[in-house]
């Protein structure tokens, strides 16, 4: 793994409500490096908490800027949403296992900030002319991050809450595959009931299914070792965060 400590600079601030925020970060060497399911860990020069990870929504080499989408939980993301254009911020990265490679269709689902990390890799299946589809989920439309840019790079079945339908995502493409859609791959973010909706579908469907999981993670690197988990008791700063589900199981 490589990656490299940056001092950043945040470049615009978007609040998309009280709670989410889009950052915009100049971080040219990162930027450069990181490829689609890795992520950063950022952490504001002055702040006595740990850095937080954070999975880009999209990168530009040639801009060096990465955006950032932080919905605040606790007092790490409140301080990571209250920086202001100008402001400095260290970055890390890139951390974590790059999403590998596999042929589609591919089936990407996703919830709230857990829709960011899906749009790097949707437009790199779009690159390589693979199959997409999209099942994505959010309080409100204007929180349906990226919606236009995901229409343009596959079919989008978007929920949401505001609507009330009562249903997941993953019950939409459960019927897409009941109907004849056969994806090959799943990959879900951002929700356990989606990833519980997910374990539903493989039950259903003989289909793989990988997790990006957004646990908590203390340095990113592997020297703490307490993001070991799953099955396989993984690193998933290291080997992940991206896990594979296999019968039910985050491995
Ligand atoms: C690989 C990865 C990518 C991520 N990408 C993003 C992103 O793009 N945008 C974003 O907003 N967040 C993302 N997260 C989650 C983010 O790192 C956490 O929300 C953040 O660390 C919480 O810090 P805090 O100080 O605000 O809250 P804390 O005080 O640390 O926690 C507040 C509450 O949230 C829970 N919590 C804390 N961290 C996590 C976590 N990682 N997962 C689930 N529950 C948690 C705690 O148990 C507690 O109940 C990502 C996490 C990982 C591991
Ligand atoms: S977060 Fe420290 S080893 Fe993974």
Same mark, same amino acid.
């Given at each position: 793994m490589s990656w490299l400590q940056e001092p950043a600079r945040v470049v615009t601030r978007t609040h998309l409500d009280e709670t989410v925020t889009v950052l915009a970060l100049k971080a040219p060497r990162i930027a450069e490096m990181i490829v689609p399911g890795q992520f950063v860990m950022l952490h504001p020069p002055t702040s006595s908490y740990l850095p937080r990870a954070m999975a880009p929504l999209s990168w530009d080499s040639r801009t060096g800027i990465l955006s950032i989408v932080v919905r605040i939980v606790? /007092?790490?993301?409140?301080?990571?949403?209250?920086? #202001?254009?100008?402001?400095?911020?260290?970055?890390?990265?890139? *951390?974590?296992? #790059?999403? /590998?490679?596999?042929?589609?269709? @591919? #089936?990407?689902?996703?919830?709230?900030?857990?829709?960011? /990390? *899906?749009? /790097? @890799?949707?437009?790199?299946?779009?690159?390589?002319?693979q199959e997409v589809r999209f099942y994505l989920s959010a309080r409100r439309r204007d929180l349906l991050l990226a919606e236009q840019e995901f229409r343009e790079l596959g079919q989008l079945t978007g929920h949401l809450d505001e609507e009330k339908t009562g249903h997941l995502v993953t019950d939409d493409l459960l019927r897409d595959m009941e109907n004849g859609w056969k994806p090959e791959q799943i990959l879900v973010c951002g929700s356990r009931r989606l990833t519980e909706g997910t374990v539903e579908i493989q039950r259903r469907f003989p289909v793989n299914a990988s997790v990006l999981l957004e646990e908590k993670m203390a340095c990113g690197i592997g020297w703490c070792k307490g993001c070991a988990s799953g099955e396989q008791w993984a690193l998933l700063c290291v080997d992940g965060p991206t896990r594979p589900l296999i019968e039910g199981v985050i491995q």
């Open positions: 606790g /007092p790490g993301t409140r301080e990571l949403q209250a920086l #202001a254009p100008g402001d400095e911020v260290d970055i890390t990265g890139p *951390l974590g296992t #790059a999403l /590998p490679f596999a042929p589609g269709p @591919w #089936a990407l689902v996703g919830r709230g900030v857990g829709i960011a /990390p *899906l749009l /790097p @890799w949707a437009h790199a299946l779009a690159a390589a002319n």
